[in-house]
């Protein structure tokens, strides 16, 4: 961590640095944070932190989250409108209560795909024990809703945050069918699915995806700026 002057005030040891994991900070609005890491005094599993831990940007933690099944907690976390803070853990995302430190679920990503379609990779035919492979969540309070990462299903997804609901879903595992109907994989009306234009010649898909971030966004009109890391992963193998 830097401070204004560029100063750094502290760093991970050598004993946490050479952890599997360690995964993005999500301020709350008094500069702290919840970060998630593998913590390798307790000898939690290769990429899953099963620590969330409540720390302030002297690297102070203040509040540790430990040891119930729903911490396992993958890449990434936000805080929510009532602030919460929302993360993935395997297929499903979670809300922890910061106050009672309890968690409970908020959606399971099963309900849109068929977990045992298993991931799109066309060397192994398909990962059912990692069919999604999340790895970013971003509220939006613009409209209210969750913009979500998936790497092992090429997609971005947008869902309303109070029903839970599909708002659209980009991917390459989508298109047109012989009647010019619009497919994708998830369960969802095809007017959900964003298609790039046929006369884009420069336009390419994302592979094996991360990190995605709203730079800019207008509800009203729906027009969004986003950033992502593209992995390329088999890009020319699709």
Known sequence: ???????????????????????????????????????????????????????????RVDVLYSGAEDTQVHHAGCLGPEGEYLYFASNRIYSLNPETGVSSLFLDLDEFIDPSQGAINVETGGSTTDSWHPNSIEYLPEDDSLLLSYRNQQMILKIDFTTREIKWVFTCASGLDEEGNSWTRLSCDADKIILPDDGDADFEWFYDQHDSNVISYDAQSGIMLLALFDNGTNRYNY
């Not at 050598?14 to 709350?28: A, K, L, M, N």
């Not at 913590?39 to 690297?59: A, D, K, Q, R, V």
């Open 1 to 59: 961590a830097f401070d204004v002057n560029g100063d750094v005030r502290w760093y991970l040891t050598e004993e946490w640095s050479t952890v599997d994991c360690s995964y993005s900070f999500s301020f709350d609005k008094d500069g702290s944070g919840f970060w998630a890491s593998r913590n390798p005094l307790t000898g939690s599993i290769y990429n899953w932190g099963c620590e969330i831990f409540h720390m302030t940007w002297t690297g």
